[in-house]
């Protein structure tokens, strides 16, 4: 059987983290989180990304564990011993995938319609299918394309950010007032209801998992990997979020259907035309990445024997798996066509809060076992992923309660 090929190193693997992070979180729902938390949106942004960390650092233990394709299955299985329970967790990954991908195709089409007057169903289309054709080209152009756009996206977030505080430098000093009081809970409240929004913004880096068996010396670079991604993604979030809510009238901004180059121009005066071409290419770029995930989630499965293994056939031309490609980019496409976008954020996060909990009790019953890690490997004490599991949870009841 044709294998996959390990050809991603620790630069392209960040890029990769960084573009679908960027590319599926600020650039869609800026808006809507300051629709929700209002002038404390970027708080939004700082306690999902608390959640985020104490599962990235079980995440970084169980890549170095378990380097395979389909991780998360593989970690669950592992971690309770349940073929059947693995499998659920194989799926929920790869609805997040698909779920993900339609959230930000449908809302690519605000900036992409700032320039060409076109319906958005037939918008969605165009993107959806000629992003899943790149997808089946290979993995190295796949990423390589991802990577060229996450830096183009990164950079637009800096400008925004530079450009906010070269307008008014008194930006800095009014950052306090993102902070809610402890006596203001209806600010609180806005803030818990945008915590999944803001969580959204924050998934990718767990996607990074599914790609282990095209990472070189995949047991050293994915666990570097996760944290350059999580802390340099907190970064630029807290940074435009803060800058855009203190800059801009916080209705005008939830009202906007291209949030982040109504920013822009507001704070500039300038054509946002370059800022709206650049989100453009990171809401895009974030629509590929998680089709490519969703693909070797299928095909790890397919593997693993737990759907047909038509699935985990690799194209020996492409070497990648064109069926499970084209079977996501087309599930991708039908719930973008369907499903507004916010719904389909806050689904998003659901799905990986659930996916999270799960893969954090696997590493404790791994632990609690007492199975040895690989030599050299990164490790976390057992805290960690109790934590982890616990606040998935509490966001994920949080979201239900708001």
């Given at each position: 059987m044709t294998e996959l090929r390990r050809s991603l190193g620790l630069p392209l693997l960040v890029l990769y983290g960084l573009g679908v992070t960027i590319g599926a979180g600020i650039y869609v729902l800026l808006g809507a989180a300051a629709a929700r938390a209002g002038v404390h949106a970027p708080m939004a942004f700082v306690?999902?990304?608390?959640?985020?960390?104490?599962?990235?650092?079980?995440?970084?233990?169980?890549?170095?564990?378990?380097?395979?394709?389909?991780?998360?299955?593989a970690y669950v299985h592992v971690g309770f011993g349940s073929k059947k329970l693995s499998a659920l967790v194989g799926f929920l990954?790869?609805?997040?995938g698909?779920?993900?991908?339609?959230?930000?195709?449908?809302?690519?089409?605000?900036?992409?319609?700032e320039f060409v007057d076109l319906p958005p169903g037939l918008l969605i289309v165009i993107i959806v299918l000629g992003l899943g054709l790149i997808a089946a080209w290979g993995i190295t152009q796949s990423v390589m394309f991802a990577g060229a756009f996450t830096l183009f996206e990164a950079?637009?977030?800096?400008?925004?950010?530079?450009?906010?505080?070269?307008?008014?430098?008194?930006?800095?000093?009014?950052?306090?007032?993102?902070?809610?009081?402890?006596?203001?809970?209806?600010?609180?409240?806005?803030?818990?209801?945008?915590?999944?929004?803001?969580?959204?913004?924050?998934?990718?880096?767990?996607?990074?998992?599914?790609?282990?068996?095209e990472v070189k010396a995949p047991e050293?670079?994915?666990?570097?990997?996760?944290?350059?991604?999580?802390?340099?993604?907190t970064l630029l979030y807290f940074g435009v979020t803060a800058v855009a809510v203190l800059?801009?009238?916080?209705?005008?901004?939830?009202?906007?259907?291209?949030?982040?180059?109504?920013?822009?121009?507001r704070i500039t005066g300038a054509s946002p035309a370059l800022i709206t071409m650049i989100a453009i290419v990171a809401t895009l770029n974030g629509v590929i990445i998680q089709i490519v995930m969703a693909s070797r989630v299928l095909y790890g499965l397919g593997r693993q024997g737990s759907v047909p293994q038509v699935l985990a056939r690799v194209d020996p031309r492409t070497q990648t798996p064109l069926i499970a490609t084209g079977l996501v980019t087309v599930s991708v496409l039908a719930l973008a066509l369907t499903v507004p976008l916010e719904n389909l954020a806050e689904w998003t996060s659901r799905i990986v809060l659930v996916v999270f909990t799960l893969v954090n009790a696997s590493l404790v019953l791994i632990k609690r076992r007492g199975t040895p890690a690989p030599e050299g490997a990164f490790t976390v004490r057992v805290w960690v992923p109790v934590v982890g599991a616990l606040t998935c949870a509490a966001l994920l009841a949080s979201g239900f309660l708001g």
């Open positions: 306690i999902a990304a608390a959640v985020m960390g104490f599962s990235a650092a079980s995440f970084a233990e169980l890549s170095a564990r378990l380097p395979v394709s389909a991780g998360e299955a990954v790869i609805a997040s698909v779920v993900s991908s339609a959230a930000i195709s449908a809302g690519s089409t605000g900036y992409i319609r950079g637009a977030l800096v400008a925004v950010i530079g450009a906010g505080l070269w307008t008014d430098p008194g930006l800095v000093r009014a950052l306090p007032d993102v902070v809610p009081m402890t006596g203001e809970p209806a600010a609180w409240i806005g803030i818990a209801g945008a915590g999944l929004l803001a969580f959204f913004a924050f998934i990718g880096f767990e996607d990074m998992v599914n790609l282990a068996e050293r670079t994915l666990p570097r990997a996760i944290f350059i991604t999580l802390v340099l993604g800059a801009v009238p916080v209705d005008e901004l939830a009202a906007s259907e291209a949030p982040l180059s109504f920013v822009f121009e």
